[in-house]
């Protein structure tokens, strides 16, 4: 049934140990990013969009990316996606080097990627129905996501009845149908309103605590990028480049309460800084 498609899976990679040739278990959601550059050229001009990324992401990880506009976030997303080419360095999940666009990846776009034809079971069921999986898995995916996104009485509801939480609600459910060992997303919840946003976020948080599905996330909020995370990577322009990188010092299980601890002010305030300069 599709239920036994939650299992994770781990492959196996060569591991130079002290001199040695080891093997050590490499889980599929793992990201590694290693010397990354992206440079834009034509006959008249370079621009070095992002130099010497490094960055790891382990499996079930929850990261978010902040920065000025201009540093290379939604590159670097879409690179990891498969969907841009790096210039130098490379991006493996799971041990393998990402070449291209993969099914192990899901991705979240601010805007409502939903196919407007179709229902909203439809949806969810799009990316399942073409890798063939039967009828009675696909209907079994389809209810659990409409579970998980609380949206189960609107099963044969059409995006342009929908509101826009709801439709970025099943953007993500339709991701995570295809049993992504990632998910990518690129601000996701900057075109909703304050008080939709802070319940996207919410349902984020559980979606992914059920799941145990990575996330890696891009955003310009500071308050949202704290809520989420588990650890947040700081950006700079010029080119595009880690300044620093910060765990979250907060619960795992997390309420709109945690707002107002001093942990996470004290969070606040050093990002507003370190951004502002």
Same mark, same amino acid.
């Given at each position: 049934m599709a239920m036994e498609a939650l299992k994770r899976e781990t492959i196996f990679e060569?591991?130079?140990?002290?001199?040695?040739?080891?093997?050590?278990?490499?889980?599929?959601g793992e990201i590694a990013i290693r010397g990354l550059q992206k440079v834009y050229e034509t006959k008249k001009s370079r621009f070095e969009a992002l130099r010497n990324i490094d960055l790891n992401i382990g499996t079930n990880e929850f990261v978010?990316?902040?920065?000025?506009?201009?540093?290379?976030?939604?590159?670097?997303?879409?690179?990891?996606a498969g969907l841009d080419e790096l210039t130098a360095g490379s991006v493996a999940l799971g041990g393998e080097e990402v070449i291209g666009p993969g099914a192990e990846r899901g991705m979240v776009f601010q805007g409502y990627t939903?196919?407007?034809?179709l229902t909203v079971r439809e949806n969810i069921e799009y990316g399942p129905k073409l890798k063939g999986i039967p009828t009675l898995e696909r209907r079994a995916l389809s209810?659990?996501?409409?579970? %998980?996104?609380?949206?189960?009485?609107?099963? *044969? $509801?059409?995006?342009? =009845?929908?509101?826009?939480?709801?439709k970025q609600r099943v953007a993500i459910a339709r991701a995570l149908a295809n049993r992504p060992k %990632?998910?990518?997303?690129?601000?996701?919840? *900057? $075109?909703?309103?304050? =008080?939709?946003k802070l319940e996207m976020q919410e349902m984020l948080l559980e979606v992914w605590e059920k799941e145990k599905t990575t996330v890696l996330f891009i955003t310009h909020d500071i308050d949202e990028a704290i809520?989420?995370?588990?650890?947040?990577?700081?950006m700079g322009a010029g080119p595009g480049r880690i300044l620093?990188?910060?765990?979250?010092?907060?619960?795992?299980?997390?309420?709109p309460e945690v707002r107002e601890l001093p942990?996470?002010?004290?969070?606040?305030?050093?990002?507003?800084?370190?951004?502002k300069h």
């Open positions: 060569e591991q130079p140990a002290e001199g040695k040739t080891g093997v050590r278990a490499v889980p599929r978010t990316i902040v920065g000025p506009s201009g540093c290379g976030k939604s590159t670097l997303l879409r690179i990891v939903l196919f407007p034809w209810n659990h996501f409409l579970k %998980v996104i609380k949206l189960e009485p609107f099963a *044969g $509801a059409y995006p342009k =009845q929908l509101s826009g939480g709801m %990632v998910l990518l997303m690129d601000e996701p919840f *900057g $075109a909703l309103d304050a =008080q939709t809520f989420l995370s588990q650890r947040i990577v700081v620093k990188t910060f765990e979250v010092p907060l619960p795992d299980k997390r309420s942990e996470f002010l004290a969070l606040k305030r050093e990002l507003g800084q370190l951004l």
